[in-house]
C-alpha cells in the first residue's frame, strides 16, 4: 500500500493529545450517600484521579482514539495499484457504429464498452477529469473535462447504437486536440477495430486501445437493386453474403407492398457471396422488401428495402468486335437501349448518350457529345496517353470506399495483361494494376471537356473478372455514373447516415419527410434544392411533394465493414510500437480513502451516542411512561 498525501501522518500527533487530555482531566462522580462518614472517600481527589487510574477501560477514549486513527489514514489517501487508469485526465472514445450492436459479447458490444468504461471512470483519481467522446457517423463530445463522475456516467449511458459506421477520425482529433491541453492525458478507445483511419495519424496523448467484441456468425443483405423496364417489367438483384468463417443455410424472404411473394433457400459457404435475381416481381408493385429469416449476431444487416426506381431510356453504343460478357451485363440492365457497333463504323457514330469502346482502337477525333468507357483501348486520344502493357498484374484498391468499388471486391481475380498508361490531370485513380515494381491505373474515371470518361486498363476476355461476383456489382455502379439519366431526379436509396439531395418542387421552399418510424419532419431548401440529413434510421421514407405526389426512398446498412465482424487487434494504421503501447495492460490507482472516512464517521457517530447514553435513556424511560400514561387513559 502506498500514499498520496503521507504529510498526513503528522496529524498522528494528536492521538497522545487526546490521551493527555484524560489523565489532565479531573473526573468527580456525583452520588448520594445514607451518611457523610463516607465524605473522606469522594474528597480523596489526589487518588481517585491518578494518570494511570484514568486509562482503565475507556469506551469514549477508544472511540475517540480510532475515530482520529481512521480520519488520519484517510487524509494520507491510501492506494494500491491496479489494472484501470491513473493520472489527472482520461478521455473515452466509445465507438457507436452498426457493428457494436453486435450479440457476440453480452448484452452488445456498445453495452460491454459502456460498462467498461464506467469501470474506469470510477477507478480513475477523484482530482481526475474525464472527456466522453461518441464515435458515431459524426463524431460529438458528450462529457468534456468534468471531474463530476454522475456527469460522465450519464454521458456514457446516453451513447446509442447507430446504423452506420463511425468517423473515428474526427473523434480522434477532438481527443488529441483536448489532450494538447492537458498534459498526461490518456485516450482510451473502445472499438471493436471496423474503423476507416489514415495511414498515419498522430495523436497527442498516451492513446490506449480496448477491442471489444470476440467475433461470431453473420449473414447479410449486402445489395438490393429494383430493375424497372420501359415496359412496365420488375425484377430484383439480391446480394446475400455470409461473412462466418463456416458454411450456413438462410432462408430469404420477399415482399411486394407488404405481401409475401416468395422464399430462397440458400446455402451459402463461408466468406461467399450469393447473388439472387427474382425476374417475376408484380409490375404495379412500389416498394420492395428483403430479409433472411433466423438470427444471426447482427440483426441490422438482416433486412433490406427497395423503391421502385422511374424507369427512363438511355442511348448507349458498344463499339466491339465482341463480348458475350459485357453485351449481357449492358442487356440486364433496365432502361438501356443498346446497340452493338462494328470497330470500322465507329466513326460515324450518331448521338449517343453513352459509347463504349471495348478492347478496339478509338476513332479519331471522338464523339462530340455524350459520355465514355474505354475498355483496354489499344492506341491514345486526347483523353489520355498509353505506354505499353504489363503482364499478369495484380488488382490493387487504391480507394475501397470509392463509390465505383461499392459492395465490389477484386481480390482474387485473375488478370492476363493489361494496358499501361498515364493518370491524366482530369482522373480519378480507384485501382492499380501492379506488376512487380511497376504499377499502371487499372481503372481511373473523371469529367473533362464536359463529359464523363472511366477507362478500364485490361480486357475482360483476358481475366476471370466476369465469373466473379463483383462483376455485376461493378458494372452497375459504372453505369449508374456514366449514364445518370437512368437514376430519378430523386435517388430511391441512401446507406444509413448519408445526406440525400433532390429538388424541391416548383414554387416550393419546403417539404415533408415522413420517416420509417412514422415521424415527420421539414425540410427546407435554397434554388430550388433541398438536402435531408437525417437518415439515420433504417427503412422506407416518404417525401410529400405535394398536390398529392410523393417520392420515396430507403435507408439500408449496405456495409462490409460493418458486418464483418470479427474485431481487429489493433485500430488501422498503427504500427508494431503503437499497437504494443495501445494493447499493454492497464494500471490505475484505487484509493480507500472513501471507505475509511466512512468508518470514522460511524465511529463518531457511535462516541456521540456512548458519550449521550445517560440522556438517551432519560428520553427512552420519558417516552414509555408517556406512552404508558396514554394507554391507561385510553
Known amino acids: 500500500m502506498s500514499f498520496l498525501a503521507p504529510g498526513a501522518f503528522f496529524l498522528g500527533l494528536l492521538l497522545p493529545v487526546i490521551v493527555a487530555l484524560y489523565l489532565l482531566k479531573l473526573r468527580r462522580t456525583e452520588r448520594e450517600v445514607s451518611s457523610t462518614y463516607l465524605w473522606r472517600r469522594m474528597v480523596r481527589d489526589v487518588e481517585a484521579n491518578a494518570p494511570w487510574q484514568k486509562l482503565r477501560p475507556n469506551l469514549l477514549l477508544l472511540l475517540q482514539l480510532l475515530f482520529l486513527a481512521a480520519l488520519i489514514f484517510a487524509l494520507t489517501r491510501p492506494f494500491h495499484w491496479s489494472e484501470g487508469l491513473s493520472g489527472e485526465a482520461a478521455i473515452f472514445i466509445i465507438d457507436s457504429s452498426a457493428s457494436m450492436s453486435a450479440t457476440d459479447t453480452t448484452p452488445s458490444r456498445l453495452e460491454a464498452a ?85 495511414e498515419r495519424m498522430a495523436v497527442r496523448g498516451s492513446l490506449r486501445f480496448l477491442p471489444v467484441g470476440t467475433g461470431g456468425e453473420n449473414q447479410a443483405i449486402g445489395l438490393l437493386n429494383l430493375d424497372a423496364r420501359p415496359d412496365g417489367r420488375l425484377s430484383a438483384f439480391v446480394q446475400v453474403e455470409n461473412f462466418a468463417a463456416a458454411d450456413a443455410q ?150 475501397p470506399t470509392n463509390f465505383l468499388l461499392e459492395n465490389v471486391s477484386l481480390a482474387g481475380v485473375s488478370v492476363l495483361d493489361a494496358v499501361e498508361m498515364s493518370i491524366p490531370t482530369w482522373a480519378v485513380p480507384v485501382v492499380a494494376a501492379d506488376s512487380g515494381a511497376e504499377s499502371t491505373p487499372a481503372l481511373f474515371y473523371g469529367e473533362t471537356e464536359g463529359r464523363r ?16 461476383p463483383a462483376f455485376p456489382l461493378l458494372w452497375v455502379n459504372l453505369t449508374n455514373w456514366l449514364a445518370p439519366g437512368l437514376r430519378s431526379d430523386i435517388p430511391t436509396q441512401v446507406q444509413a447516415g448519408e445526406s440525400l439531395a433532390f429538388p424541391l418542387p416548383e414554387g416550393a421552399q419546403t417539404v415533408t419527410v415522413t420517416r420509417p418510424d412514422g415521424s415527420r419532419v421539414q425540410v427546407s431548401g435554397e434554388a430550388g ?18 398536390e398529392d405526389r410523393r417520392a420515396g426512398f430507403a435507408a439500408n446498412l449496405f456495409s462490409e465493414q460493418e458486418s464483418r465482424l470479427e474485431p481487429a487487434a489493433n485500430l488501422p494504421g498503427m504500427d508494431a510500437a503503437e499497437a504494443a503501447a495501445a494493447a499493454a495492460p492497464l494500471q490505475g490507482m484505487r484509493e480507500w480513502w472513501r471507505p475509511l472516512a466512512f468508518l470514522a464517521l460511524g465511529l463518531l457517530v457511535g462516541e456521540w451516542l456512548v458519550y449521550q447514553r445517560a440522556a438517551l435513556a432519560r428520553l427512552r424511560d420519558t417516552l414509555r411512561q408517556g406512552w404508558s400514561i396514554k394507554n391507561a387513559k385510553s
Do not use: C
Not at 142 to 165: F, V
Not at 336 to 353: C, Q, R
Open 114 to 198: 459502456k460498462s467498461r468504461a464506467r469501470q474506469l471512470v470510477d477507478e480513475l483519481p477523484d482530482s481526475a477529469r474525464v472527456t466522453v467522446i461518441e464515435a458515431g457517423q459524426e463524431a460529438a463530445v458528450r462529457a468534456s473535462s468534468s471531474r463530476d463522475r454522475r456527469q460522465a456516467h450519464l454521458a456514457i449511458e446516453s451513447i446509442q447504437s447507430g446504423t452506420g459506421g463511425s468517423d473515428m477520425r474526427v473523434a480522434l482529433e477532438l481527443a488529441s486536440a483536448i489532450a494538447s491541453r492537458q498534459p498526461g492525458t490518456q485516450i482510451v478507445v473502445l472499438s471493436d477495430g471496423n474503423v476507416t483511419l489514415p
Open 250 to 399: 438462410r432462408r430469404l424472404v420477399l415482399a411486394a407492398d407488404g405481401a409475401t411473394i416468395g422464399a430462397f433457400d440458400l446455402d451459402l459457404p463461408a466468406g461467399s457471396q450469393q447473388p439472387v435475381v427474382i425476374d417475376d416481381l408484380p409490375q404495379g408493385a412500389q416498394v420492395i422488401e428483403a430479409w433472411l429469416e433466423g438470427a444471426d449476431m447482427l440483426a441490422l444487416d438482416d433486412r433490406a428495402v427497395a423503391v421502385r426506381p422511374a424507369s427512363r431510356t438511355i442511348r448507349a453504343a458498344l463499339v466491339t468486335q465482341g463480348n458475350v460478357f459485357l453485351r449481357t451485363a449492358l442487356g440486364l440492365l433496365p432502361g438501356i437501349e443498346l446497340t452493338e457497333v462494328a470497330p470500322d463504323a465507329a466513326a460515324t457514330l450518331g448521338a449517343f448518350d453513352l459509347v463504349i469502346y471495348d478492347a478496339v482502337a478509338p476513332p479519331d477525333p471522338l464523339p462530340a457529345t455524350g459520355n465514355l468507357l474505354f475498355i483496354a483501348p489499344l492506341r491514345s486520344t486526347p483523353l489520355f496517353t498509353v505506354t505499353g502493357t504489363v503482364d499478369t498484374p495484380a488488382l490493387r484498391a487504391l480507394d
Open 453 to 468: 470518361v472511366a477507362v478500364l486498363a485490361f480486357d475482360l476476355r483476358h481475366s476471370d473478372l466476369p465469373l466473379q
Open 529 to 546: 434544392r433541398a438536402v435531408f440529413t437525417d437518415t439515420a434510421q433504417l427503412g422506407l421514407y416518404q417525401i410529400d411533394l405535394g
